[in-house]
């Protein structure tokens, strides 16, 4: 079992920043993927941002050049640091870990950008 929290949303301005946490414990696999996605109301979720065991990440068009997705050194918690936000990001934001044959998600963290 792995659980996922997640922190650091919040209210911000159009064009600030946020820095989400996701801290993951339980039983890590050396092997594993942990993805960003959001889910704004009335939206399907949506993908935003990946990170491998190995560093290599992935990111949505709609984020790519503003969010970047970062872990600490252990490799327990995965950041996401979004710049320049805009109104469309407004969503809960859900982490989610994945390892063969399993997916486990946190239960959400709101990030709201409105002036």
């Known amino acids: 079992q792995v659980q996922l929290v997640e922190s650091g949303g919040g209210l911000v301005q159009p064009g600030g920043s946020l820095r989400l946490s996701c801290a993951a414990s339980g039983r890590i696999s050396n092997n594993h993927i942990i993805e960003w996605y959001r889910q704004a109301p009335g939206k399907q979720r949506e993908f935003v941002a990946r990170?491998?065991?190995?560093?290599?990440?992935t990111y949505a068009d709609s984020v790519k050049g503003r969010f970047a997705v970062s872990r600490d050194k252990a490799k327990t918690t995965v950041y996401l640091q979004m710049n320049s936000l805009k109104p469309e990001d407004t969503a809960a934001y859900y982490c989610?870990?994945?390892?063969?044959?399993?997916?486990?998600w946190g239960q959400g963290t709101q990030v709201t950008v409105s002036s």
């Open positions: 989610s870990y994945y390892t063969y044959p399993s997916t486990y």
């Open positions: 990170i491998s065991s190995g560093g290599t990440t």
